[in-house]
T-cell receptor
Framework: KQEVTQIPAALSVPEGENLVLNCSFTDSAIYNLQWFRQDPGKGLTSLLLIQSSQREQTSGRLNASLDKSSGRSTLYIAASQPGDSATYLCAVNGLTFGKGTHLIIQP | GAGVSQSPSNKVTEKGKDVELRCDPISGHTALYWYRQSLGQGLEFLIYFQGNSAPDKSGLPSDRFSAERTGGSVSTLTIQRTQQEDSAVYLC?????????????????FGNGTRLTVT
């Protein structure tokens, strides 16, 4: 059974810093891995989707990497802004989600 | 519509009553998913549809839960004889193709959820 773990559970950093969020999964036979953000009281917004044949995807200040063999993905956020404050979740195949990292960017 | 729409946004019901939650996916999306998010818990996958068919119902928590999808579009999640432990936010998502069997670039689009409170 696939299990997804996200570390850290919470993170608070000053504005402007670069940061990395981690996602690990137990079964490397995946089709895709997606990163989402969730704002309070809202649904999830898709940030990046990495297909199994890809190593990374980039969108603006966000870069996600995928290493299937080690069962890891990272989300790199460059030059963080207060508007980046949210909970970030990763999901394998759209079916198994981590519990998320609650991110606070201090102005 | 432009996005995934869920209704109602909030539902308060008494224990033992039945409730119906509705999801209207993005037009043209063949796959539709239901999840449950409880306080302090992660996102729990319940069921998915490919077209009108739900190939795997094993994620539904009990036989009080059922779901259907008609016309390849709107889906309803029904909870019969609600219990307090059913209180949660129920989220719906849709994608162009089913994400669980394809490496196709088909991200999930989520609705804002229905917050269900069973008193």
């Amino acid at each position: 059974k696939q299990e997804v773990t996200q570390i850290p559970a919470a993170l608070s950093v000053p504005e402007g810093e670069n940061l990395v969020l981690n996602c690990s999964f137990t079964d490397s036979a995946i089709y895709n891995l997606q990163w989402f953000r969730q704002d309070p009281g809202k649904g999830l917004t898709s940030l990046l989707l990495i297909q199994s044949s890809q190593r990374e995807q980039t969108s603006g200040r966000l870069n996600a990497s995928l290493d299937k063999s080690s069962g890891r993905s990272t989300l790199y956020i460059a030059a963080s802004q207060p508007g980046d404050s949210a909970t970030y979740l990763c999901a394998v195949n759209g079916l198994t989600f981590g519990k998320g990292t609650h991110l606070i960017i201090q102005p | 519509g432009a996005g995934v729409s869920q209704s109602p946004s909030n539902k308060v019901t008494e224990k033992g009553k039945d409730v119906e939650l509705r999801c209207d996916p993005i037009s043209g999306h063949t796959a539709l998913y239901w999840y449950r998010q409880s306080l302090g818990q992660g996102l729990e996958f319940l069921i998915y549809f490919q077209g009108n068919s739900a190939p795997d119902k094993s994620g539904l928590p009990s036989d009080r839960f059922s779901a259907e999808r008609t016309g390849g579009s709107v889906s309803t999640l029904t909870i019969q004889r609600t219990q307090q432990e059913d209180s949660a936010v129920y989220l719906c998502a849709s994608s162009f193709v089913f994400s669980g069997e394809s490496s196709y670039n088909s991200p999930l689009h989520f609705g804002n959820g229905t917050r269900l409170t069973v008193t």
